[in-house]
T-cell receptor
Framework: EPEVTQTPSHQVTQMGQEVILRCVPISNHLYFYWYRQILGQKVEFLVSFYNNEISEKSEIFDDQFSVERPDGSNFTLKIRSTKLEDSAMYFC???????????????FGPGTRLTVL | KQEVTQIPAALSVPEGENLVLNCSFTDSAIYNLQWFRQDPGKGLTSLLLIQSSQREQTSGRLNASLDKSSGRSTLYIAASQPGDSATYLCAVRPASGTYKYIFGTGTRLKVLA
């Protein structure tokens, strides 16, 4: 079965450094997402991306965050200057079809654990 | 603002029991609801997706129901097995033109052999 992949599985960085988290969505999917889960807390939506642009972002997704689809397969999340509170598990997700009242199943990747020291 | 709550937060049952996990949401205006399974340190696996026009979905030993008007969904697991041990999350897609899902707090299930 096709799956979403993410690299790296674990990233350790110093506060203030830039990190790039990478995702390869399922090949025929058109909608891409980033979520995060701080340890012990709920999974939170960060951003959705469709047709090479951000379709929606949350309050968490401030100017420190950016997303990109640099080629036909990768989908990246960049954090420009990491803070301690950015430590979390970051999940990439993709879905094939979203209509006004209908959504296909969202497929999630295994996550990247980001630790900011 | 949509809030999703899951009860109980944790559950421990002997193998073979049938069990029910509950999910409630404060705003009944949703497009659909998904149930996910999360294993420790792993990603989320979609179990069942219920569109707003549907009342229930079934997959193997799993059955999920949706009562939009009362803001509730239940996940029924029949004949539980130790391999069912995981955290179960429900998530709703609000009917406000949004693409995102709002997740619940999760139920941590342990099935004892």
């Amino acid at each position: 079965e096709p799956e979403v992949t993410q690299t790296p599985s674990h990233q350790v960085t110093q506060m203030g450094q830039e990190v790039i988290l990478r995702c390869v969505p399922i090949s025929n999917h058109l909608y891409f997402y980033w979520y995060r889960q701080i340890l012990g807390q709920k999974v939170e939506f960060l951003v959705s991306f469709y047709n090479n642009e951000i379709s929606e972002k949350s309050e968490i997704f401030d100017d420190q965050f950016s997303v990109e689809r640099p080629d036909g397969s990768n989908f990246t999340l960049k954090i420009r200057s990491t803070k301690l509170e950015d430590s979390a598990m970051y999940f990439c997700a993709s879905t094939q079809k979203v209509r006004r009242m209908y959504t296909d199943t969202q497929y999630f990747g295994p996550g990247t654990r980001l630790t900011v020291l | 603002k949509q809030e999703v709550t899951q009860i109980p937060a944790a559950l421990s049952v002997p193998e073979g029991e049938n069990l029910v996990l509950n999910c409630s949401f404060t705003d009944s205006a949703i497009y659909n609801l998904q149930w996910f399974r999360q294993d420790p340190g792993k990603g989320l696996t979609s179990l069942l997706l219920i569109q707003s026009s549907q009342r229930e979905q079934t997959s193997g030993r799993l059955n999920a129901s949706l009562d939009k008007s009362s803001g509730r969904s239940t996940l029924y697991i029949a004949a539980s097995q130790p391999g069912d041990s995981a955290t179960y999350l429900c998530a709703v897609r609000p009917a406000s033109g949004t693409y995102k899902y709002i997740f619940g707090t999760g139920t941590r299930l342990k099935v004892l052999a």
